[in-house]
Nanobody, 122 residues
Framework: QVQLVESGGGLVQAGGPLRLSCAASGRTFSNYAIAWFRQAPGMEREFVAAIRWSSGSTAYADSVKGRFTISRDNAKNTVFLQMNSLKPEETAIYYC???????????????WGQGTQVTVSS
């Protein structure tokens, strides 16, 4: 059973950093991608970043390029999202998800974590 568990969310001031973790288990992820999405109240789930587990290739939403970094720790089967210079409008629940392709469409990812709340105060 594939399981994704996010952690690291919390309250941070605008301009501050936060690092999220996504611990993955239940399968070998070498042929899969892991992505981060976020969803604010009343909004659709939005792609943030993704990483191809085997190659380490990455993709980012334009809105976070240069501020967010996605990375992985193979030994710990964990993906990280380092978020810097956070903005109040980035307050949302952040989810990690896994699927066979590194795409920006939420529907293409079959397995999801429960999410972690990130609140950025102004």
């Amino acid at each position: 059973q594939v399981q994704l568990v996010e952690s690291g969310g919390g309250l941070v001031q605008a301009g501050g950093p936060l690092r999220l973790s996504c611990a993955a288990s239940g399968r070998t992820f070498s042929n899969y991608a892991i992505a981060w999405f976020r969803q604010a109240p009343g909004m659709e789930r939005e792609f943030v970043a993704a990483i191809r587990w085997s190659s380490g290739s990455t993709a980012y939403a334009d809105s976070v390029k240069g501020r967010f970094t996605i990375s992985r720790d193979n030994a710990k089967n964990t993906v990280f999202l380092q978020m810097n210079s956070l903005k109040p409008e980035e307050t949302a629940i952040y989810y990690c998800a896994t699927g066979p392709e590194m795409v920006v469409t939420a529907n293409e990812y079959r397995y999801w974590g429960q999410g972690t709340q990130v609140t950025v105060s102004s």
